[in-house]
């Protein structure tokens, strides 16, 4: 394993870092048992695996706290977030203060390492810093929180506005956003800043559906295609991506996607979601492999490098996922 210090929180993460939600939601989005999470996350521990991260959103932070028993407390390091909203309103600080303590409560440990705020719009953020903020730098001085974070809602915020406006805002020492070879927003939005200001940057939506789920991708290629968003040829193809895949090149475009993200200027920790050890271990190596091939990469900031918001999909939470 890799690892690197988070902008300038001082943690040394791995590289690889393990999402605890998306649609896998460590394998109980696939009907796996909690005994079976628990198994996979010690299975990102023996591949040298430090970094979770989680949320109270996701369902998974009991499974977190008992898959990290007996570990030394600094061995891992715990990434959660609270909502700001539920059910259209805003939550009150004091709620999201009480969303941190149940986070503690349902992961064991008296505190984490990042707490972000999750998902936050733009038309929010000033509410945050107003409202919101002191409260968390009140549980911080606590020592309930080492350091702070923001994520983005990436579906609703393509153009990274409200990263764009917090990148700037010393409190934040850590964000989430969203970036693949697809949507490269961050290079020019997020990335310069981040690395200037010494942000930690973790990854997302590195590998979605548009990359994993068979015929999706040239689907959407079909539509940018007839939207003049990209060359008419690749209307055509069914397997639009594959001139990365060759030798000396990627093994796939999952590996590809990896790799792309990975080796970005300015990105610390690659997340990636999964219900099965297998896909945990080749998921892992095609993070730890060298980069892409330089004309690869080239061609792929010169092909997408304009696109906004593809490939950005909310987890399926409605999907009937086959077990095993």
């Not at 409260?135 to 911080?140: S, T």
């Not at 990896?258 to 095609?286: M, Q, W």
């Amino acid at each position: 394993m890799e690892y690197r210090t988070l902008g300038r929180t001082g943690l040394r993460v791995s590289v690889a870092g393990l999402g605890c939600g998306g649609n896998s939601q460590l394998g109980l989005g696939q009907g796996k048992s909690e005994a079976d999470a628990i198994r996979l996350v010690r299975a990102a521990f023996d591949l040298g695996v430090n970094f979770l991260d989680t949320a109270e959103a996701y369902g998974t932070e009991e499974v977190v706290g008992k898959a990290i028993a007996g570990r030394p407390r600094e061995s891992v390091v715990i990434s959660t977030k609270s909502r700001i909203r539920a059910g259209g309103e805003r939550l009150s600080p004091a709620e999201i203060l009480a969303n941190l303590d149940a986070s503690l409560r349902r992961l064991a440990t008296d505190h984490v390492d990042i707490f972000h705020l999750h998902a936050v719009p733009e038309a929010d953020y000033d509410w945050v810093m107003s409202e919101v903020l002191p409260g968390l730098i009140r549980a911080k001085e606590q020592g309930k929180i080492r350091h702070l974070g923001i994520t983005e809602s990436s579906p609703r915020d393509p153009d990274q506005v409200m990263l764009q406006r917090a990148v700037n805002d010393e409190c934040w020492k850590v964000m989430m956003f969203a970036f693949h070879m697809m949507h490269q927003v961050a290079r020019e939005a997020l990335f310069p800043a981040t690395q200037r200001n010494g942000i930690g940057t973790l990854l997302m939506f590195v590998v979605r559906n548009i990359f994993s789920r068979p015929g999706l991708l040239s689907e959407t290629m079909r539509a940018l295609a007839e939207e003049g968003k990209v060359d008419r040829s690749f209307a055509a193809m069914e397997q639009p991506l594959d001139f990365l895949v060759h030798e000396g090149g990627a093994r796939s475009i999952i590996d590809a996607a990896y790799r792309f993200a990975r080796h970005e200027p300015g990105a610390d920790v690659v997340l990636f979601g999964t219900g099965s050890i297998e896909h945990l271990k080749s998921n892992v190596n095609s993070i730890l492999a060298p980069p892409l091939p330089r004309e690869d990469v080239e061609r792929l900031y010169t092909l997408f490098g304009h696109l906004r918001g593809v490939g950005l999909d909310l987890p399926d939470r409605s999907r009937v996922y086959p077990k095993g």
